[in-house]
């Protein structure tokens, strides 16, 4: 195991050990989630929870700064934007980690013209990473992107605290627009975890397992989005 394979590791077993301390991991398998993109789902992570633990959060913007720093580079970027609403915290540490400004990109245009979705100064060719807690099958990443892309920046990168790792097509769909999507940890990280601690009784676990196993199938036997 390379030593970026090796860290990479680490940081998903780090973030989902923390995810799963401070409660921000649900599992619901009688009880499915609709996602945003229309998956059922029998889990949700909500990374909105981390902002009230600053240790915690702390440590993740450590991890996601080394991270880009080793995926991306130490000089690749002018500047960090998050995704409204749950984006904007975690591109305000990584800008500040980082020491680069930062803007936020609006889910709709507040006003008119080129720059009417995005707050903060942004500058023509500014290469720009896109930031969100999390990405299931990374539809709304396009959007943001493509607003960064129609005020005049370059983007070629996002980066999410949480990646699903289950739905089909979200890095190829991402990649297609030419944008590489970075993580920290997937669900089979936080199931790697629960199992270990039995952070949660056995039959939910299984329920996970189940849905990892086939999620596009899981989603569709449960009121959800099919392939």
């Known amino acids: 195991m390379d030593l970026d394979t090796l860290a990479n590791a680490e940081a998903g077993r780090t973030v989902a050990s923390i995810l799963l301390e401070i409660g921000a991991v649900n599992f619901r398998p009688q009880q499915p989630y609709t996602l945003t993109a229309g998956w059922a789902s ?7 929870k981390i902002i009230s633990y600053p240790r915690a959060r702390r440590r993740i913007i450590d991890l996601a700064t080394r991270k ?3 995926a991306i580079g130490f000089e690749s970027l002018d500047a960090v934007a998050g995704g409204e609403t749950a ?4 591109a305000a540490w990584l800008a500040d ?4 400004p930062m ?3 609006r889910k709709k245009p507040k006003g ?6 995005i707050e903060g100064d942004l500058s023509e060719g500014q290469r720009v990473l896109l930031v969100e807690d999390l990405a299931s099958d990374g539809g709304s990443k396009l959007a943001f992107v493509d607003a960064l892309r129609r005020a005049g920046a370059q983007v070629s990168d996002t980066f ?3 990646f699903y790792g289950a739905f ?3 890095t190829d769909a991402l990649a297609a627009e030419g944008i590489t999507l970075h993580w920290l940890a997937t669900w089979h990280d936080v199931l790697a975890v629960a199992e270990r601690t039995a952070a949660f009784p056995e039959d939910s676990i299984e329920g996970v397992r189940a849905f990892l196993a086939d999620p596009v199938g899981w989603s569709a036997a449960h009121g959800g989005k099919g392939a």
Do not use: K, T
Request: some cysteine; overall charge positive.
């Open 42 to 48: 029998p889990v949700y992570i909500d990374c909105r």
């Open 68 to 70: 880009i720093e080793r």
């Open 87 to 90: 984006g904007i915290p975690y």
């Open 97 to 100: 980690s980082l020491g680069l």
């Open 103 to 105: 803007q936020y990109v």
């Open 112 to 117: 008119f013209g080129r720059m009417g979705q």
């Open 160 to 162: 999410v605290v949480f």
């Open 168 to 170: 089909p097509g979200a």
